[in-house]
Protein backbone atom coordinates (compact mmCIF):
# COMPACT_ATOMS: atom_id res chain seq x y z
CA UNK A 1 0.00 0.00 0.00
CA UNK A 2 1.45 3.42 -1.16
CA UNK A 3 1.16 6.44 1.34
CA UNK A 4 -1.26 7.79 -0.96
CA UNK A 5 -4.25 5.79 0.13
CA UNK A 6 -4.33 6.44 3.88
CA UNK A 7 -3.82 10.33 2.50
CA UNK A 8 -6.60 10.27 0.11
CA UNK A 9 -9.09 8.49 2.83
CA UNK A 10 -8.11 10.96 5.68
CA UNK A 11 -8.34 14.10 2.67
CA UNK A 12 -11.61 12.45 2.48
CA UNK A 13 -12.51 12.01 5.92
CA UNK A 14 -11.78 15.51 6.93
CA UNK A 15 -13.23 17.25 3.73
CA UNK A 16 -16.95 15.42 4.13
CA UNK A 17 -16.64 15.81 8.15
CA UNK A 18 -15.86 19.59 7.98
CA UNK A 19 -18.72 19.68 5.36
CA UNK A 20 -20.82 18.76 8.18
CA UNK A 21 -19.62 21.03 10.57
CA UNK A 22 -19.48 24.02 8.80
CA UNK A 23 -22.46 23.27 6.40
CA UNK A 24 -21.49 23.76 3.37
CA UNK A 25 -21.76 21.41 0.63
CA UNK A 26 -18.85 22.75 -1.18
CA UNK A 27 -16.83 21.00 1.22
CA UNK A 28 -18.34 17.71 0.40
CA UNK A 29 -17.54 18.23 -3.35
CA UNK A 30 -14.14 19.20 -2.52
CA UNK A 31 -13.43 15.89 -0.68
CA UNK A 32 -15.78 13.43 -2.87
CA UNK A 33 -12.84 13.48 -5.37
CA UNK A 34 -10.38 11.81 -3.05
CA UNK A 35 -13.35 9.06 -1.58
CA UNK A 36 -14.18 7.86 -4.74
CA UNK A 37 -10.61 7.65 -6.22
CA UNK A 38 -9.64 5.43 -3.00
CA UNK A 39 -12.92 3.38 -2.95
CA UNK A 40 -12.57 2.64 -6.85
CA UNK A 41 -8.75 2.04 -6.26
CA UNK A 42 -9.44 -0.45 -3.87
CA UNK A 43 -12.41 -2.20 -5.08
CA UNK A 44 -10.29 -2.89 -8.87
CA UNK A 45 -7.11 -3.70 -6.83
CA UNK A 46 -5.40 -7.16 -7.67
CA UNK A 47 -2.16 -9.09 -6.92
CA UNK A 48 -0.27 -9.30 -10.31
CA UNK A 49 0.99 -12.36 -11.52
CA UNK A 50 4.07 -11.73 -13.77
CA UNK A 51 6.87 -14.58 -14.60
CA UNK A 52 10.05 -13.43 -16.58
CA UNK A 53 12.93 -15.54 -18.74
CA UNK A 54 16.25 -14.35 -19.05
CA UNK A 55 19.14 -15.68 -21.81
CA UNK A 56 22.29 -14.41 -22.29
CA UNK A 57 23.56 -14.93 -26.21
CA UNK A 58 26.64 -16.41 -24.88
CA UNK A 59 28.29 -17.79 -21.56
CA UNK A 60 31.63 -16.47 -22.64
CA UNK A 61 32.66 -13.10 -24.28
CA UNK A 62 36.11 -11.04 -23.95
CA UNK A 63 36.54 -8.27 -21.84
CA UNK A 64 35.72 -5.86 -24.01
CA UNK A 65 32.95 -7.18 -25.89
CA UNK A 66 29.47 -7.03 -26.08
CA UNK A 67 26.85 -9.64 -25.63
CA UNK A 68 22.79 -9.71 -26.05
CA UNK A 69 20.62 -10.31 -23.13
CA UNK A 70 17.13 -10.64 -23.25
CA UNK A 71 14.34 -10.50 -20.49
CA UNK A 72 10.90 -11.99 -21.54
CA UNK A 73 7.93 -11.08 -19.84
CA UNK A 74 4.97 -12.59 -19.59
CA UNK A 75 1.84 -11.86 -17.44
CA UNK A 76 -1.20 -13.85 -16.61
CA UNK A 77 -2.47 -10.33 -14.39
CA UNK A 78 -0.99 -7.64 -15.52
CA UNK A 79 -0.04 -3.85 -14.02
CA UNK A 80 -0.62 -0.68 -15.76
CA UNK A 81 2.92 0.30 -14.64
CA UNK A 82 5.32 -2.41 -13.85
CA UNK A 83 9.03 -1.25 -13.56
CA UNK A 84 12.12 -3.93 -14.23
CA UNK A 85 15.60 -3.84 -13.60
CA UNK A 86 18.16 -6.40 -14.39
CA UNK A 87 20.82 -6.59 -11.74
CA UNK A 88 23.85 -6.57 -13.37
CA UNK A 89 27.86 -6.50 -11.68
CA UNK A 90 29.70 -3.70 -12.16
CA UNK A 91 31.93 -4.83 -14.60
CA UNK A 92 28.80 -5.15 -16.76
CA UNK A 93 28.12 -1.85 -18.30
CA UNK A 94 24.29 -1.47 -20.36
CA UNK A 95 25.78 -0.41 -24.12
CA UNK A 96 21.98 -0.12 -25.54
CA UNK A 97 18.72 -0.62 -23.80
CA UNK A 98 17.68 1.23 -20.57
CA UNK A 99 17.51 -0.46 -17.14
CA UNK A 100 15.77 -0.09 -15.17
CA UNK A 101 12.82 0.53 -17.40
CA UNK A 102 8.76 1.38 -16.62
CA UNK A 103 6.54 -0.31 -18.99
CA UNK A 104 2.67 -1.38 -19.47
CA UNK A 105 2.02 -5.17 -19.27
CA UNK A 106 -1.59 -5.82 -19.58
CA UNK A 107 -3.28 -9.35 -19.03
CA UNK A 108 -1.85 -12.03 -20.99
CA UNK A 109 0.90 -9.62 -22.55
CA UNK A 110 4.53 -11.03 -23.66
CA UNK A 111 6.83 -8.65 -23.83
CA UNK A 112 10.72 -8.75 -24.37
CA UNK A 113 13.34 -6.70 -23.10
CA UNK A 114 16.84 -6.73 -24.62
CA UNK A 115 20.00 -5.52 -22.86
CA UNK A 116 23.35 -5.12 -25.19
CA UNK A 117 25.87 -5.18 -22.35
CA UNK A 118 29.38 -4.54 -22.41
CA UNK A 119 31.94 -6.56 -20.34
CA UNK A 120 34.07 -3.78 -19.10
CA UNK A 121 36.76 -6.17 -16.85
CA UNK A 122 37.40 -9.33 -16.99
CA UNK A 123 35.46 -11.56 -14.25
CA UNK A 124 33.19 -14.86 -13.44
CA UNK A 125 29.57 -13.37 -13.28
CA UNK A 126 25.60 -14.51 -12.84
CA UNK A 127 23.46 -12.39 -14.30
CA UNK A 128 19.63 -12.52 -14.49
CA UNK A 129 18.32 -11.30 -10.97
CA UNK A 130 15.81 -8.97 -12.03
CA UNK A 131 13.71 -6.67 -9.61
CA UNK A 132 9.90 -6.67 -10.48
CA UNK A 133 7.61 -3.24 -9.12
CA UNK A 134 4.49 -3.22 -9.99
CA UNK A 135 1.78 -0.11 -9.28
CA UNK A 136 -1.63 -0.62 -10.21
CA UNK A 137 -3.44 2.56 -12.67
CA UNK A 138 -4.27 3.86 -9.37
CA UNK A 139 -1.09 4.60 -7.66
CA UNK A 140 -2.52 2.45 -4.58
CA UNK A 141 -0.47 -0.42 -4.55
CA UNK A 142 2.84 -1.27 -4.85
CA UNK A 143 4.02 -4.93 -5.27
CA UNK A 144 8.09 -6.10 -5.74
CA UNK A 145 9.53 -9.32 -6.15
CA UNK A 146 12.42 -10.33 -7.38
CA UNK A 147 13.24 -13.48 -9.55
CA UNK A 148 16.58 -15.26 -9.39
CA UNK A 149 16.71 -16.68 -12.80
CA UNK A 150 20.64 -15.90 -12.70
CA UNK A 151 23.39 -17.51 -15.36
CA UNK A 152 26.84 -18.26 -15.76
CA UNK A 153 28.66 -15.69 -17.85
CA UNK A 154 32.41 -15.93 -17.70
CA UNK A 155 34.28 -12.36 -19.21
CA UNK A 156 37.71 -13.56 -19.94
CA UNK A 157 40.90 -11.08 -20.22
CA UNK A 158 41.50 -9.34 -23.57
CA UNK A 159 44.34 -11.13 -25.66
CA UNK A 160 47.69 -8.87 -26.32
CA UNK A 161 49.83 -8.82 -29.39
CA UNK A 162 52.43 -10.95 -29.02
CA UNK A 163 54.59 -11.52 -31.91
CA UNK A 164 57.76 -13.93 -30.84
CA UNK A 165 57.51 -16.12 -27.55
CA UNK A 166 60.29 -16.41 -25.56
CA UNK A 167 62.34 -19.82 -26.43
CA UNK A 168 62.69 -22.09 -23.88
CA UNK A 169 66.85 -22.72 -22.98
CA UNK A 170 65.78 -26.69 -22.37
CA UNK A 171 62.99 -28.87 -24.36
CA UNK A 172 61.21 -31.62 -23.39
CA UNK A 173 61.08 -35.15 -24.90
CA UNK A 174 57.61 -34.94 -26.82
CA UNK A 175 57.40 -33.22 -30.24
CA UNK A 176 56.83 -29.88 -30.77
CA UNK A 177 57.58 -26.99 -32.51
CA UNK A 178 60.96 -25.79 -31.00
CA UNK A 179 64.04 -26.47 -31.73
CA UNK A 180 65.89 -28.73 -29.67
CA UNK A 181 69.68 -29.01 -28.60
CA UNK A 182 69.78 -32.30 -29.23
CA UNK A 183 70.08 -33.91 -32.14
CA UNK A 184 67.31 -36.40 -34.09
CA UNK A 185 64.60 -36.38 -36.43
CA UNK A 186 63.80 -32.63 -37.72
CA UNK A 187 64.15 -29.91 -40.37
CA UNK A 188 66.46 -27.76 -39.18
CA UNK A 189 70.57 -28.48 -39.96
CA UNK A 190 72.72 -29.14 -36.92
CA UNK A 191 76.31 -30.74 -38.36
CA UNK A 192 77.47 -33.71 -40.34
CA UNK A 193 79.28 -36.99 -39.86
CA UNK A 194 80.42 -39.82 -41.54
CA UNK A 195 77.98 -42.28 -42.59
CA UNK A 196 77.52 -45.82 -40.55
CA UNK A 197 75.85 -48.72 -41.04
CA UNK A 198 71.70 -48.09 -40.56
CA UNK A 199 71.77 -44.29 -41.52
CA UNK A 200 69.05 -43.51 -44.15
CA UNK A 201 69.87 -43.06 -47.64
CA UNK A 202 68.06 -39.60 -47.73
CA UNK A 203 70.06 -38.26 -45.33
CA UNK A 204 73.05 -38.63 -46.87
CA UNK A 205 74.79 -35.31 -47.69
CA UNK A 206 75.70 -36.16 -51.35
CA UNK A 207 77.72 -32.52 -52.18
CA UNK A 208 79.98 -33.48 -48.89
CA UNK A 209 80.61 -36.86 -50.12
CA UNK A 210 81.57 -35.91 -53.49
CA UNK A 211 83.95 -33.52 -52.39
CA UNK A 212 85.33 -35.68 -49.59
CA UNK A 213 85.28 -39.26 -51.43
CA UNK A 214 82.75 -40.86 -48.72
CA UNK A 215 80.02 -40.92 -47.63
CA UNK A 216 78.96 -38.02 -45.23
CA UNK A 217 75.74 -37.68 -43.44
CA UNK A 218 73.58 -34.70 -42.26
CA UNK A 219 72.33 -34.32 -38.64
CA UNK A 220 69.45 -32.30 -37.52
CA UNK A 221 67.77 -30.84 -34.70
CA UNK A 222 65.20 -32.45 -33.10
CA UNK A 223 61.46 -30.46 -33.26
CA UNK A 224 60.21 -30.80 -29.56
CA UNK A 225 58.01 -29.08 -27.03
CA UNK A 226 58.68 -27.37 -23.85
CA UNK A 227 57.27 -26.92 -20.41
CA UNK A 228 56.48 -23.11 -19.65
CA UNK A 229 54.88 -22.47 -16.22
CA UNK A 230 53.18 -19.15 -15.86
CA UNK A 231 53.57 -17.77 -12.11
CA UNK A 232 51.38 -15.28 -11.52
CA UNK A 233 52.32 -13.12 -8.09
CA UNK A 234 48.83 -12.23 -6.16
CA UNK A 235 50.54 -11.25 -2.86
CA UNK A 236 49.81 -7.46 -4.05
CA UNK A 237 48.95 -5.38 -6.82
CA UNK A 238 48.99 -1.65 -7.34
CA UNK A 239 44.98 -0.38 -7.88
CA UNK A 240 43.56 3.17 -8.89
CA UNK A 241 39.68 2.94 -9.79
CA UNK A 242 38.90 -0.49 -11.86
CA UNK A 243 42.41 -0.53 -12.86
CA UNK A 244 44.65 -2.86 -11.32
CA UNK A 245 48.37 -4.74 -12.03
CA UNK A 246 46.67 -7.90 -11.71
CA UNK A 247 44.52 -7.02 -15.13
CA UNK A 248 47.18 -6.63 -17.51
CA UNK A 249 49.30 -9.62 -16.05
CA UNK A 250 45.72 -11.85 -16.38
CA UNK A 251 46.14 -10.46 -20.02
CA UNK A 252 49.63 -11.46 -20.08
CA UNK A 253 48.97 -15.20 -18.87
CA UNK A 254 46.04 -15.91 -20.85
CA UNK A 255 47.82 -14.47 -24.35
CA UNK A 256 51.18 -16.33 -23.06
CA UNK A 257 49.26 -19.93 -22.21
CA UNK A 258 46.84 -19.81 -25.39
CA UNK A 259 49.91 -19.00 -27.79
CA UNK A 260 52.52 -22.11 -26.41
CA UNK A 261 49.27 -24.29 -26.08
CA UNK A 262 49.52 -23.88 -30.08
CA UNK A 263 53.06 -24.17 -29.97
CA UNK A 264 52.14 -27.26 -28.78
CA UNK A 265 53.89 -27.02 -25.35
CA UNK A 266 52.94 -28.38 -21.70
CA UNK A 267 51.82 -24.99 -20.05
CA UNK A 268 51.10 -24.84 -16.49
CA UNK A 269 49.74 -21.74 -14.11
CA UNK A 270 50.94 -21.17 -10.82
CA UNK A 271 48.82 -18.45 -8.54
CA UNK A 272 51.18 -17.40 -5.99
CA UNK A 273 50.09 -15.19 -3.17
CA UNK A 274 47.92 -15.09 -0.30
CA UNK A 275 45.86 -18.24 -1.80
CA UNK A 276 47.95 -20.80 -3.35
CA UNK A 277 46.39 -22.38 -6.46
CA UNK A 278 48.11 -24.42 -9.45
CA UNK A 279 47.70 -26.30 -12.49
CA UNK A 280 49.27 -29.16 -13.75
CA UNK A 281 51.32 -28.73 -17.37
CA UNK A 282 49.58 -30.11 -20.08
CA UNK A 283 48.68 -29.71 -23.33
CA UNK A 284 45.79 -28.99 -25.28
CA UNK A 285 42.76 -26.85 -25.70
CA UNK A 286 40.80 -28.03 -22.61
CA UNK A 287 43.94 -27.07 -20.92
CA UNK A 288 43.77 -23.18 -21.85
CA UNK A 289 40.21 -23.34 -20.95
CA UNK A 290 41.21 -24.57 -17.38
CA UNK A 291 43.72 -21.97 -17.00
CA UNK A 292 41.40 -19.34 -17.94
CA UNK A 293 38.73 -20.81 -15.33
CA UNK A 294 41.48 -20.44 -13.34
CA UNK A 295 42.47 -17.09 -14.01
CA UNK A 296 39.21 -15.73 -13.37
CA UNK A 297 39.36 -17.26 -9.94
CA UNK A 298 42.60 -14.99 -9.19
CA UNK A 299 42.13 -12.91 -6.65
CA UNK A 300 44.30 -10.36 -4.28
CA UNK A 301 43.92 -12.12 -1.11
CA UNK A 302 46.28 -9.66 1.79
CA UNK A 303 48.18 -12.62 3.43
CA UNK A 304 51.30 -12.29 6.11
CA UNK A 305 52.14 -15.55 6.17
CA UNK A 306 55.87 -16.33 4.80
CA UNK A 307 55.21 -18.53 1.74
CA UNK A 308 58.50 -19.53 -0.33
CA UNK A 309 58.77 -21.78 -3.68
CA UNK A 310 58.45 -25.04 -0.95
CA UNK A 311 54.62 -25.16 -0.99
CA UNK A 312 54.27 -24.76 -4.52
CA UNK A 313 53.95 -28.69 -5.22
CA UNK A 314 56.62 -30.00 -7.30
CA UNK A 315 54.89 -31.71 -10.30
CA UNK A 316 53.73 -28.21 -10.77
CA UNK A 317 57.44 -27.65 -11.77
CA UNK A 318 58.87 -29.86 -13.57
CA UNK A 319 62.74 -29.87 -14.55
CA UNK A 320 63.94 -27.80 -17.06
CA UNK A 321 60.45 -25.93 -17.78
CA UNK A 322 60.76 -22.27 -19.01
CA UNK A 323 58.97 -20.32 -15.99
CA UNK A 324 57.63 -17.18 -16.75
CA UNK A 325 56.45 -14.90 -13.32
CA UNK A 326 54.32 -12.06 -13.60
CA UNK A 327 55.19 -9.67 -10.66
CA UNK A 328 54.36 -6.10 -10.10
CA UNK A 329 57.26 -6.40 -7.76
CA UNK A 330 55.47 -5.13 -4.77
CA UNK A 331 56.22 -8.01 -2.45
CA UNK A 332 59.36 -9.45 -0.68
CA UNK A 333 57.98 -12.64 -0.53
CA UNK A 334 57.59 -12.81 -4.05
CA UNK A 335 61.27 -11.01 -5.13
CA UNK A 336 62.54 -14.13 -2.37
CA UNK A 337 60.63 -16.78 -3.93
CA UNK A 338 61.46 -15.64 -7.73
CA UNK A 339 65.49 -15.66 -6.51
CA UNK A 340 64.82 -19.00 -5.11
CA UNK A 341 63.22 -20.70 -8.20
CA UNK A 342 66.58 -19.44 -10.25
CA UNK A 343 68.23 -20.76 -7.41
CA UNK A 344 67.09 -24.02 -8.67
CA UNK A 345 68.17 -24.05 -11.75
CA UNK A 346 64.84 -23.15 -13.41
CA UNK A 347 65.02 -21.27 -16.45
CA UNK A 348 63.27 -18.04 -15.36
CA UNK A 349 62.15 -14.46 -16.95
CA UNK A 350 60.66 -12.28 -14.94
CA UNK A 351 57.71 -10.03 -16.56
CA UNK A 352 57.15 -6.95 -14.47
CA UNK A 353 53.77 -5.27 -14.29
CA UNK A 354 54.76 -1.31 -14.14
CA UNK A 355 52.43 -0.06 -11.61
CA UNK A 356 53.71 3.06 -11.83
CA UNK A 357 50.72 4.67 -14.02
CA UNK A 358 48.27 3.36 -11.20
CA UNK A 359 50.31 5.43 -8.29
CA UNK A 360 49.18 8.97 -7.02
CA UNK A 361 51.73 11.80 -7.78
CA UNK A 362 53.53 12.22 -4.71
CA UNK A 363 52.83 15.10 -2.52
CA UNK A 364 55.35 17.30 -0.56
CA UNK A 365 58.84 16.71 0.38
CA UNK A 366 58.61 13.57 1.81
CA UNK A 367 56.32 12.21 -0.51
CA UNK A 368 58.81 12.76 -3.30
CA UNK A 369 61.78 11.54 -1.27
CA UNK A 370 59.70 8.02 -0.81
CA UNK A 371 58.50 8.25 -4.13
CA UNK A 372 62.50 8.30 -5.25
CA UNK A 373 63.01 5.35 -2.80
CA UNK A 374 60.64 3.20 -3.01
CA UNK A 375 61.84 3.67 -7.20
CA UNK A 376 65.39 3.16 -6.41
CA UNK A 377 64.44 0.27 -4.27
CA UNK A 378 62.31 -1.67 -7.16
CA UNK A 379 65.77 -0.33 -9.33
CA UNK A 380 67.73 -2.51 -7.06
CA UNK A 381 65.57 -5.79 -7.05
CA UNK A 382 65.69 -5.47 -10.62
CA UNK A 383 69.50 -5.50 -10.43
CA UNK A 384 69.51 -8.53 -8.01
CA UNK A 385 67.12 -10.43 -10.50
CA UNK A 386 69.87 -9.44 -13.14
CA UNK A 387 73.06 -10.53 -11.07
CA UNK A 388 71.01 -13.90 -10.20
CA UNK A 389 70.72 -14.06 -14.10
CA UNK A 390 66.72 -13.79 -14.26
CA UNK A 391 66.33 -11.37 -17.34
CA UNK A 392 63.13 -8.71 -16.24
CA UNK A 393 61.18 -7.14 -18.76
CA UNK A 394 59.15 -4.08 -17.73
CA UNK A 395 55.86 -3.80 -19.53
CA UNK A 396 53.75 -0.91 -18.51
CA UNK A 397 51.70 2.03 -20.51
CA UNK A 398 54.79 3.29 -22.55
CA UNK A 399 55.77 -0.48 -23.83
CA UNK A 400 53.61 -3.61 -25.59
CA UNK A 401 53.70 -6.97 -24.32
CA UNK A 402 55.37 -7.77 -27.28
CA UNK A 403 58.10 -5.19 -27.03
CA UNK A 404 58.97 -6.35 -23.39
CA UNK A 405 59.42 -10.22 -24.59
CA UNK A 406 61.72 -9.26 -27.03
CA UNK A 407 63.61 -7.51 -24.80
CA UNK A 408 64.21 -10.19 -22.75
CA UNK A 409 64.84 -12.85 -25.57
CA UNK A 410 67.59 -10.26 -26.91
CA UNK A 411 68.96 -10.72 -23.24
CA UNK A 412 68.61 -14.54 -23.43
CA UNK A 413 70.66 -14.30 -27.00
CA UNK A 414 73.54 -12.23 -25.54
CA UNK A 415 73.83 -13.44 -21.66
CA UNK A 416 73.11 -17.37 -21.23
CA UNK A 417 73.22 -17.80 -17.76
CA UNK A 418 76.05 -20.14 -16.21
CA UNK A 419 74.28 -23.29 -14.98
CA UNK A 420 71.48 -23.53 -17.61
CA UNK B 1 -6.87 34.29 7.98
CA UNK B 2 -8.05 31.89 5.03
CA UNK B 3 -5.45 33.52 2.91
CA UNK B 4 -3.05 32.99 6.18
CA UNK B 5 -4.07 29.34 6.38
CA UNK B 6 -3.60 28.57 2.43
CA UNK B 7 -0.45 30.06 2.36
CA UNK B 8 0.85 27.72 5.36
CA UNK B 9 -0.37 24.99 3.33
CA UNK B 10 1.40 25.76 0.23
CA UNK B 11 4.61 26.33 2.22
CA UNK B 12 4.21 22.87 3.52
CA UNK B 13 3.33 21.31 0.80
CA UNK B 14 6.34 23.24 -1.22
CA UNK B 15 8.00 21.54 1.82
CA UNK B 16 7.48 18.32 1.51
CA UNK B 17 8.15 18.46 -1.95
CA UNK B 18 11.36 19.71 -1.95
CA UNK B 19 12.57 16.84 0.91
CA UNK B 20 10.33 14.28 -0.35
CA UNK B 21 8.87 13.74 2.71
CA UNK B 22 5.75 11.95 1.65
CA UNK B 23 4.33 11.67 5.42
CA UNK B 24 4.25 15.48 5.33
CA UNK B 25 2.71 15.79 1.90
CA UNK B 26 -0.93 15.35 2.81
CA UNK B 27 -0.86 17.68 5.52
CA UNK B 28 -0.16 20.22 3.53
CA UNK B 29 -2.67 19.44 1.28
CA UNK B 30 -5.06 19.40 4.00
CA UNK B 31 -4.01 23.01 5.28
CA UNK B 32 -4.79 24.20 1.68
CA UNK B 33 -8.32 22.64 1.95
CA UNK B 34 -8.81 24.31 5.29
CA UNK B 35 -8.02 27.64 4.51
CA UNK B 36 -10.90 26.67 1.81
CA UNK B 37 -12.62 26.00 4.30
CA UNK B 38 -12.04 29.17 6.49
CA UNK B 39 -13.23 31.25 3.35
CA UNK B 40 -16.54 29.23 2.97
CA UNK B 41 -17.82 29.92 6.48
CA UNK B 42 -16.24 33.56 6.76
CA UNK B 43 -18.32 34.18 3.35
CA UNK B 44 -21.20 33.27 4.52
CA UNK B 45 -24.60 33.29 2.05
CA UNK B 46 -24.80 31.32 -1.01
CA UNK B 47 -23.42 28.37 -2.77
CA UNK B 48 -19.19 28.95 -4.20
CA UNK B 49 -19.94 27.92 -7.37
CA UNK B 50 -16.17 27.51 -7.53
CA UNK B 51 -16.30 24.19 -5.60
CA UNK B 52 -15.64 21.83 -8.50
CA UNK B 53 -13.18 24.13 -10.24
CA UNK B 54 -11.43 24.14 -6.46
CA UNK B 55 -11.78 20.11 -6.14
CA UNK B 56 -10.62 19.37 -9.62
CA UNK B 57 -7.47 21.76 -8.91
CA UNK B 58 -6.77 19.93 -5.10
CA UNK B 59 -7.09 16.77 -7.09
CA UNK B 60 -4.20 17.38 -9.94
CA UNK B 61 -2.29 18.89 -7.31
CA UNK B 62 -2.45 15.63 -4.84
CA UNK B 63 -1.87 13.35 -7.73
CA UNK B 64 1.13 15.45 -9.09
CA UNK B 65 2.45 16.10 -6.08
CA UNK B 66 2.35 12.17 -5.44
CA UNK B 67 3.91 11.05 -8.62
CA UNK B 68 6.76 13.66 -7.88
CA UNK B 69 7.68 11.65 -4.47
CA UNK B 70 7.23 8.30 -6.17
CA UNK B 71 10.49 7.14 -5.33
CA UNK B 72 13.36 5.89 -7.38
CA UNK B 73 11.55 7.22 -10.87
CA UNK B 74 12.51 4.31 -14.16
CA UNK B 75 12.46 6.21 -16.72
CA UNK B 76 9.43 5.39 -18.82
CA UNK B 77 8.37 3.79 -22.00
CA UNK B 78 5.79 7.04 -24.21
CA UNK B 79 2.81 4.81 -24.04
CA UNK B 80 3.06 4.53 -19.93
CA UNK B 81 4.12 8.28 -19.46
CA UNK B 82 1.55 9.45 -22.17
CA UNK B 83 -1.24 7.01 -20.60
CA UNK B 84 -0.84 7.95 -17.27
CA UNK B 85 -1.14 11.94 -18.41
CA UNK B 86 -4.59 10.79 -20.06
CA UNK B 87 -5.48 9.32 -17.13
CA UNK B 88 -4.81 11.98 -14.80
CA UNK B 89 -6.40 14.56 -17.19
CA UNK B 90 -9.75 12.24 -16.99
CA UNK B 91 -9.65 12.24 -13.53
CA UNK B 92 -9.56 15.45 -13.01
CA UNK B 93 -12.31 16.40 -15.70
CA UNK B 94 -14.08 14.07 -13.97
CA UNK B 95 -13.09 15.73 -10.92
CA UNK B 96 -14.90 18.50 -11.91
CA UNK B 97 -18.39 17.12 -13.46
CA UNK B 98 -18.62 15.16 -10.40
CA UNK B 99 -18.09 17.83 -7.94
CA UNK B 100 -20.95 19.99 -10.37
CA UNK B 101 -23.18 17.09 -10.31
CA UNK B 102 -23.13 16.99 -6.41
CA UNK B 103 -23.32 21.01 -6.22
CA UNK B 104 -26.65 20.67 -8.18
CA UNK B 105 -27.92 18.28 -6.26
CA UNK B 106 -27.28 19.81 -2.88
CA UNK B 107 -28.37 23.36 -4.26
CA UNK B 108 -31.58 21.57 -4.73
CA UNK B 109 -32.33 19.92 -1.85
CA UNK B 110 -34.36 21.77 0.48
CA UNK B 111 -32.61 20.65 3.84
CA UNK B 112 -34.09 19.16 7.19
CA UNK B 113 -33.18 17.49 9.24
CA UNK B 114 -33.72 13.78 7.73
CA UNK B 115 -31.59 15.15 4.87
CA UNK B 116 -28.90 15.77 7.55
CA UNK B 117 -28.72 12.39 9.26
CA UNK B 118 -28.72 11.27 5.54
CA UNK B 119 -25.45 12.76 5.00
CA UNK B 120 -23.77 12.15 8.34
CA UNK B 121 -24.73 8.84 7.59
CA UNK B 122 -23.31 9.01 4.52
CA UNK B 123 -20.19 10.69 5.43
CA UNK B 124 -19.65 7.98 7.94
CA UNK B 125 -20.54 4.87 5.46
CA UNK B 126 -17.92 6.40 3.44
CA UNK B 127 -15.47 6.70 5.77
CA UNK B 128 -15.90 3.53 7.49
CA UNK B 129 -15.63 1.61 3.96
CA UNK B 130 -12.60 3.64 2.95
CA UNK B 131 -11.50 2.66 6.34
CA UNK B 132 -12.76 -1.51 5.54
CA UNK B 133 -10.92 -1.61 1.90
CA UNK B 134 -7.80 0.19 3.52
CA UNK B 135 -7.62 -2.92 6.12
CA UNK B 136 -7.63 -5.87 3.84
CA UNK B 137 -5.44 -4.36 1.51
CA UNK B 138 -3.22 -7.26 1.25
CA UNK B 139 -4.03 -7.91 -2.42
Same mark, same amino acid.
Given at each position: MTPKLPAYAGLAALGLLAALAVRRPELAVVAAPFALYAGIGLLLARRPRIDAEVELEGERVLEGDELEARVTLS?????????????????????????????????????????????????????????????DAFGLFVHEATLDLRRPLKAYPSEEHVRNLLKPLETQVFAGNHVARQKGEGIEFADLRRFVPGDRIRHVNWRASARRGELWINEHHAERNADVVLLLDSFAEARRGDSSTLDPALRAAGTLAARYLREKDRVGFVTFGGILNWLLPTTGAVQLYRIVDAML?????????????????? /???? &?? %?????? +?? #?????? $???????????????????????????????????????????????????? /???? &?? %?????? +?? #?????? $?????????????? | MAGGVGVAGCALTAFALLTRWRTVFPFG???????????????????????????????????????????????????????????????????????????????????????????????????????????????
Open positions: AEIGAERVEVLLQLPRELVVAEGVNPVQLRLADGDRRELTFRLRCARWGAFRVGRIFLRTHDTQIVLSFAWRDIGTVPR /RTLP &PQ %ALVIAL +TP #LLDDRA $EAALLDLRGRGFDLVVVEISPLSLLPEPRGEAGRLADRLWRLRRDAVRGRFE /RAGI &PV %AVWGDE +TS #LAAALE $EVSAYRRHARPLSA | LALVGTSYAVYLALRNGAVDARAPAVAAALFAAAELGFWSLERTPSPSETTVLVRRVAALAASVLLTALVGSLLLVLATGATGGVGLEAAGVAAAVLAVALIARLASRASV
